[in-house]
C-alpha cells in the first residue's frame, strides 16, 4: 500500500469491518480526523447530539453490521460515552470506540490542558476504559499500525468493544504499511478434543426422547443464525428462546415453541420445558432478567451448552470447542430426516380483552397487525423490553433490547443506529415516556439523516417499572409531563431551513392517542407511509403493565 496517513489507515480498517457510518461528536482533538470522515466518500459522519446517545447507536449498529464505530474527544468527550461503552462489553459488542487525545509533546511534558484532570495524567483515562474494552492502546508513532490491527481484530473476535486513543498530531502522521488485510477468522477448534465432544453430544441426542434447544444471544452476536436455523430445522427438536435471543429464531419455523424466561414463562411453555431430559443451549448467558431472576431451573446434567469459547456437556466441559465450528459438524452428523413432535398447538400469550382503553394486553396483541416483515423492533429498557418477550414477532423481524446492561434511554440512539445500519428495513421503537426524556435529542439526529421510523412514545405518566419495584407513589418516580406529540415539530421537522441543508425525513403522523379507535386510524396511515418518520403518543393507564414485567418485579422480590 506504500505511505499513508494513520488517520487514514485507521478508517481504512474501520470499513474492513463493515463500517460506513461514524457516529460521536466533534472535539477540538478529533476534528482532523472528522475532515478525513467527511471526505471519505465511503463513510457517513453520524453528527450526534452527545456522546451517550452516540455510543447506543454504535451498539445497535454493531447489532445489525457485525461492527461499529464511535468518534469522541479526550476526557470529558469519552467520559460521556463511557456508560455505552460499558453497555457494549456487557452485551458483547465490537464496538470501536476511538479517542482524539491531546499533541503527544504536551502529553510528555504533562502540561496541564482542558478535559485534564489538572495532574498530568494523560493514561487515566485510558486505564479506565481498559477495564471495559476487549482491547485497547494509546497510539505513539512508533505503535500505530500494528496497534489499530491489534486492536480492532481482537475486539472483533472476542465481541467486546475497541478503545483506541489517537494523538491530534498522529491523525495526520505519514506511516508505511502494507496492503495485508485484518486477521478475522476465528481460530480451528483442536481436532482431537472437538472429535471426543462430538461423538459425546451425538451417544447424549441419541439417547433423549424429549429434547429441546434454547437459542440465545451469543448466536446472533457471532453471526450463527443461518447455522443455528438449520441445526433446529435438521434435528426437528422443540425449540425456545431466551429472552436476548428474541428474533434469531424464525417464529414460523413449525418447531418453534416460544420464549423460555424461568418463571416469567407463559404458563403451557413452562410446561413443555419441565418434560424435557435433553436441553441443548445455543450461545446461552445466564443473567437475572435472560432466566426470569435466575429461575431458570434447568438441570446441568440433562444439558449440553455450546459457546463460542467452549462446549459443556453434562458436567464435562470442552475448552476451545468453538460453535462456531462445532455447531455445523453436529448438524452433518444428525439424522438427514429430523424428529417429529406433537406437543399441541403453540402457546400464546392472553387474547385481547374488552375495553376501549390501550392497555398493555390490548397494545401487544393488536400492534403486531401493522408491523412490516424484516422489520428491527427496538424495545426500551423496563416495560417494552418485557413486553416484547412474548410478542408474535412479524417474518424476518430483528430485535433490539439491552437486557443485560439496562440502561434507561438506550432504545432512542439504538433506533438511530439500526436505521443508519440498514435503510431498507422499517425500525419500530417502543419508549416509555421516562426514558425519552433522557436521549430524546437524537431524534433530531434522525430527522437530519432522513431517516424513518415509526416512534412510539408509551405514556404512563411516570417511571412505571421503578413504581412496580418501589415507591409507586413516590415523587422521585414522577416528571415533568411534556407534550411528546410535537416532538417532531420541536426538533425542527417543518423548517424550511432544515430541508435546504440536508435530505432530511418526511413527517408523517404526529398523533396523541388516547384510545384504541384513535391508534387504529393512525397506525392505518403509517402503514401507508411507508417512507415517512411517524412519532405517536400513546397515552396508557398509569399503572396498567405487561405480565412479564410484573412476574419478574414479584420474582425479585421474593429472591
Known sequence: ????????????????????????????????????????????????????????????????????????????????????????????????????????????????????????????????????????????????????????????????????????????????????????????????????????????????????????????????????????????????????GKGVVPEDLPNYRGCYAGTITLEGITKEILQTDLIIELGSIKSDFNTGGFTYGLDRGKTISLHSFATNVFYADYEKVSMVEFLPLLTNALPAQPRQFDLGPRIHPAPIEEGTEITHNYFWNKIVDYIDPNSVIVAETGTSEFASFNLKAPKGAFFIAQVLWGSIGYSVGAALGAAAADRSRRVYLFCGDGSFQLTCQEVSVMLHHGLTPVIFILNNDGYLIEKLIHGPHRAYNNFQMWKYAQTLDYMGGHLERNSQDVAQSEVGVEAKVTNRAELEKAMTRVQKERNKIHFLEVVMPRFDAPRELILQVETSENR
Open 1 to 244: 500500500m506504500g505511505s499513508i496517513k494513520v488517520g487514514e489507515y485507521l478508517l481504512k480498517r474501520i470499513k474492513e469491518v463493515g463500517v460506513d457510518t461514524v457516529f460521536g461528536v466533534p472535539g477540538d482533538y478529533n476534528m482532523p480526523l472528522l475532515d478525513m470522515i467527511e471526505d471519505d466518500a465511503e463513510l457517513t459522519w453520524g453528527n450526534n447530539a452527545n456522546e451517550l446517545n452516540a455510543s447506543y447507536a454504535a451498539d445497535a449498529y454493531a447489532r445489525l453490521r457485525g461492527a461499529s464505530a464511535l468518534v469522541t474527544t479526550f476526557g470529558v468527550g469519552e467520559l460521556s460515552a463511557a456508560c455505552g461503552h460499558a453497555g457494549a462489553y456487557s452485551e458483547m459488542l465490537p464496538l470501536i470506540h476511538i479517542v482524539g487525545t491531546p499533541n503527544t509533546k504536551s502529553q510528555a511534558e504533562g502540561a496541564i490542558l482542558h478535559h485534564s484532570l489538572g495532574n498530568g495524567n494523560f493514561q487515566v483515562f485510558v486505564e479506565m476504559f481498559g477495564k471495559i474494552s476487549g482491547a485497547y492502546t494509546h497510539l505513539t508513532r512508533e505503535t500505530a499500525v500494528n496497534e489499530i490491527d491489534r486492536v480492532i481484530q481482537e475486539a472483533y473476535l472476542k465481541k467486546r468493544p475497541a478503545y483506541i486513543g489517537i494523538p491530534i498530531d498522529l491523525i495526520n502522521y505519514d506511516v508505511n504499511v502494507s496492503s495485508k488485510p485484518l486477521q478475522l477468522s476465528v481460530p480451528r477448534n483442536p481436532a482431537k478434543i472437538q472429535e471426543v465432544c462430538l461423538q459425546v453430544c451425538l451417544e447424549a441426542i441419541n439417547r433423549a426422547r424429549h429434547p429441546i434447544i434454547i437459542v440465545d444471544a451469543c448466536i446472533q452476536r457471532h453471526g450463527l443464525q443461518k447455522e443455528a436455523v438449520a441445526f433446529i430445522q435438521r434435528s426437528g427438536f422443540p425449540t425456545y428462546c431466551a429472552p436476548m
